[in-house]
């Protein structure tokens, strides 16, 4: 895991976790009900499958996702917690942001 902060609040426990590189884009990714490994790394061509392990994992550690057995077929499916479901304002509020910062430069 990463050096975090080493204060209790609640902004700087939650930037612990997701503002890791890479991080918002692997949220991204599941926050559009993208659910494989192989296709989450499609919609993040630069990302090693290495880097795209540690940061699932680290999302299941901190209990933004939990991983599941596919239904029908080999291998594993990623899904949202409540808690990553949570997260899912801050993941608009970036986007808004970034056209926002956009529109003015």
């Known amino acids: ?6 204060q209790f609040c609640p902004i700087a426990k939650t930037s612990e ?18 659910r494989t490994f ?15 392990t540690a940061r699932l994992r680290e999302l299941e550690h901190h ?3 939990e991983r599941r057995k596919r239904e ?3 291998g594993t499916e990623y899904w949202l917690t409540p808690a990553g ?3 899912r304002p ?3 509020s970036l986007v808004t942001g970034a056209l926002f910062t956009r529109a003015t430069v």
């Open 85 to 87: 479901n949570a997260l």
């Open 38 to 52: 192989n296709d989450i790394q499609r919609g993040i061509p630069l990302i090693s499958r290495a880097v795209l």
């Open 90 to 92: 801050i993941t608009v």
């Open 1 to 6: 895991m990463h050096n975090g902060y080493n």
């Open 17 to 34: 976790i997701v503002a890791v590189r890479w991080m918002p884009l692997v949220l991204r990714e599941l926050m559009a009900d993208i």
């Open 72 to 74: 029908g077929r080999q």
């Open 63 to 65: 209990g933004i996702i």
